[in-house]
């Protein structure tokens, strides 16, 4: 950015002030051994000694009724122990959140607003993703030492993005499964890992949700508080399950939310083999596992799954959970005990859990003030190089969806005069998405084109539902401005939790507005799509007079001027779309409600995501242009990989399909993918996507991702990238009963058109 641009942008946005005086409010910590000598007795304030040794010494101490006050997200005081109030929940999906035990009303005004994790995840760039939730929580260690938010978060959203009107799919990095799941691990790693490297502590704790199946917020008079997930074992465990078991086994996540809905006909919160089989017992889960918020209370009032609120409490406690989100089993615990229902063991169970937790992150360790983050205060939020992250994550995941020559980039030079025009043109809060908290400032649209050149500005409708239109206004300026901007879209007044879309149009009149001013317009006219979900603008994409467009996203607090450094041309477009954009005709016939991934095509379901959708898309997964023209070339693969067998297997005696992705059949499976990549034309990043059609066997995917690689290149120069495949992880496929199989025969490779077929054979 030039100095003169910064200089300008610093005066035109809202700006974020601190006060000048440090509070001096202590946050929530027990073993105040300072002020309580007394406390220096107790073993579980010994930091010295082992977290189950401490959390053991804990739990023997507790009453039963203060052991029921910690099963819930807002304990009680235990004061004879020196145990303040916590509130277990704090929320920071994209940025320290609203919520729970977070305000901003202390001396800390704001923390920085990253995009929605839709777009983030658009940038296909794990270091990215990491150094997120790293900045994430050293805002949030700074807002806790002055009492201002807690330790423990309930973030990320790994749940995955499977039908395109779902409300909360803009919380989530997309339809894949392997790349929720590389995000989940890079962003909890982001969010956990203490920056002196201890293994044993946590910088916070991050928690991973809503496990499982979850998608569906009320569509149609369905609610996602009733909703009975119906789903195949298949699907379950090639599409919805790996974000989940990598953010528990490779991202080490300190706690997993269970989901209001149902899965198969029992309550995410109450399947003891979804929590305590699969968690704890396959995935060897660690941490605490806590209900989504009046979860329990759910399952007895709303899905009458019990026939009481203690059978439900029992029900929920024995299946794994831990933390109950709400105060159902804090007021029913003691009755379910009384009843023989549940144990007192259990419920020490439960706590163990939790405490070794807030073990993890300190709580026990006395005054936070002297521990590893105890120098951390305001001076550390909202610091110009959080905020420059923010931007530049902004910029790396706006995906470019149409480009007409010369249409895009914009010279400052040649553009005297700008029509900005649209409901989102001016957005601030809009820019953030979902669960948001207060961000340093903003900077609109509006404003970060206003920066470099001189805008005319009508909204052309008073909100994004655009009921009502202004045309006239909207097509004067456009016939006198020398390009034309358009920034449509949507807001959380469309979709957002408890609220799903009903279609994938342009809500109200926005298109009527976009095709009137198109058609009048002078010069270049560049749409820009604001969501969170993906649209039908076949009629933009078909449009000549439209000549570019661009999906945004959410794109946090400084959206506006990441958009305009890709418009102008200061930044090279690269994101690529981490969703399927559909066409309408997709969601007037497929309901919501059904969670198959693969075709039906006997009855006319085209399934879901691009691995398995069959009909046609308005822009397909993974697309995205640049400023920039890349080509490929093929340095290293092979062109077959041998699977060692015994003598006497039975796949050496008769012909096999497929073979069982065992430990013992997976040995040194692994092989290079070399590909050059050269860029002709301005300097920029890129990222490539290495995709592979398996056999077809066992209902395998057309189509999935196999892994990615974000590079930047200078104008007219190459680079070597550099794939590990692995033949039984990454080539493997899930059969019909969701075990993982080598499938036999011929693999092929994708890297945009290249493509590279290799034989996997015994």
Not at 372 to 381: A, H, M, R
Not at 483 to 490: H, I, K, N
Not at 552 to 571: L, N
Not at 642 to 660: G, Y
Request: glycine share 8%; hydrophobic share 40%; net charge neutral.
């Amino acid at each position: 950015m030039s100095p003169v641009l910064f200089f300008f942008l610093s005066f035109l946005c809202f700006p974020f002030t601190r006060s000048p005086a440090f509070a001096q409010k202590l946050p929530p910590f027990a073993c105040d051994i300072a002020r309580n000598k007394e406390l220096a007795s107790f073993r579980f304030c010994n930091a010295s000694l082992g977290v189950q040794e401490r959390v053991s010494d804990l739990v023997r101490r507790l009453t039963l009724s203060e052991k029921i006050g910690f099963l819930v997200n807002s304990n009680s005081n235990v004061s004879r122990l020196g145990i303040p109030q916590y509130q277990w929940w704090s929320e920071a999906l994209h940025g320290v959140a609203t919520g729970g035990a977070t305000n901003f009303d202390g001396v800390i005004k704001g923390a920085t607003s990253f995009p929605q994790v839709i777009l983030t995840a658009a940038t296909f760039n794990i270091s990215l993703f990491e150094e997120i939730g790293r900045v994430v929580s050293t805002e949030a260690r700074a807002m806790y030492i002055v009492a201002q938010t807690g330790l423990t978060f309930w973030a990320p959203n790994v749940n995955i993005f499977r039908d395109p009107r779902w409300g909360r799919g803009q919380e989530t990095p997309g339809e894949d499964p392997l790349l929720s799941s590389r995000y989940a691990v890079a962003f909890v790693k982001g969010l956990q890992q203490m920056d002196n490297g201890d293994p044993n502590f946590l910088k916070m704790a991050a928690c991973c949700k809503h496990y499982t199946a979850y998608d569906l917020e009320s569509w149609r008079g369905i609610e996602r508080t009733s909703f009975n997930a119906v789903v195949t074992r298949q699907d379950m465990e090639d599409t919805f399950q790996p974000p989940f078991k990598s953010c528990v086994i490779d991202g080490n996540a300190a706690s997993v939310m269970c989901s209001y809905n149902q899965v198969n006909g029992k309550p995410a919160c109450g399947d003891p083999n979804l929590l305590g089989g699969v968690i704890r017992g396959q995935w060897k889960f660690n941490g605490y596992i806590v209900s989504d918020c009046d979860a329990v209370s759910v399952l007895y009032y709303t899905q009458n799954y019990t026939k009481t609120p203690e059978e439900a409490v029992a029900v929920a406690i024995l299946s794994g959970l831990d933390l109950d989100c709400g105060t159902f089993v804090s007021e029913h615990a003691e009755a379910a005990l009384k009843q023989g229902l549940i144990k007192e063991s259990d419920i020490d169970k439960a706590l163990s859990n939790s405490f070794a937790t807030l073990m993890r992150i300190g709580f026990f360790n006395g005054d936070p003030r002297y521990g590893p983050y105890g120098k951390l205060g305001p001076k550390d939020v909202c610091t110009p190089k959080n905020q420059d992250l923010a931007r530049e994550a902004a910029r790396q995941g706006t995906v470019l969806l149409k480009n007409t020559e010369g249409s895009l980039p914009l010279s400052t030079t040649a553009i005297k005069t700008l029509a900005v025009i649209g409901p989102n043109a001016n957005a601030s809060e809009t820019m953030l998405g979902d669960y948001k908290g207060v961000p340093c400032n903003y900077i609109t649209p509006l404003q970060g084109l206003s920066a470099l050149v001189t805008t005319t500005y009508q909204p052309g409708c008073s909100n994004v539902t655009c009921n009502t239109v202004q045309l006239d206004e909207a097509k004067k300026i456009a016939a006198s401005a020398d390009a034309t901007v358009l920034v449509m879209g949507e807001d959380q007044s469309i979709e957002t939790e408890g609220l799903d879309r009903d279609n994938l149009l342009l809500p109200g009149n926005q298109t009527l507005l976009v095709t009137e001013v198109a058609k009048v317009a002078k010069g270049p006219v560049i749409l820009l799509i604001m969501s969170g979900g993906g649209f039908d603008i076949t009629f933009a994409k078909n449009d000549d007079k439209i000549t570019s467009i661009l999906w945004v996203g959410y794109p946090g607090e400084a959206g506006g001027g990441a958009i305009a450094d890709i418009i102008f041309g200061y930044y090279n477009p690269c994101g690529r779309l981490p969703i399927t954009w559909y066409p309408q005709s997709f969601v007037d016939k497929v309901p919501m409600t059904i969670m198959n991934m693969r075709p039906d095509l006997l009855h006319g379901y085209p399934g879901r995501s691009y691995r398995f959708y069959t009909g046609e898309t308005v822009y397909p997964f993974g697309y995205g242009l640049s400023y920039s023209k890349f080509s490929y070339q093929l340095l290293k693969a092979p062109k077959l990989v041998s699977i060692p067998l015994e003598d006497n297997h039975v796949c050496r005696l008769s012909e096999c399909i497929s073979i069982d992705a065992t430990e013992q059949n997976c040995q040194n499976l692994a092989f290079d993918i070399h590909i050059k990549v050269q860029n002709t034309g301005m300097s920029g990043s890129h990222t490539i996507l290495l995709f592979s059609t398996p056999p077809s066997v066992h209902n395998s995917p057309k189509k999935q991702l196999l892994g990615f690689e974000k590079l930047f290149l200078n104008g007219e120069t190459g680079a070597l990238v550099r794939f590990k495949v692995d033949a039984c992880k990454d080539l493997g496929v899930t059969d019909e009963v969701g075990e993982r199989k080598i499938a036999l025969g011929k693999h092929v490779l994708h890297v945009g058109s290249l493509k590279h077929s290799l034989i996997v054979s015994i």
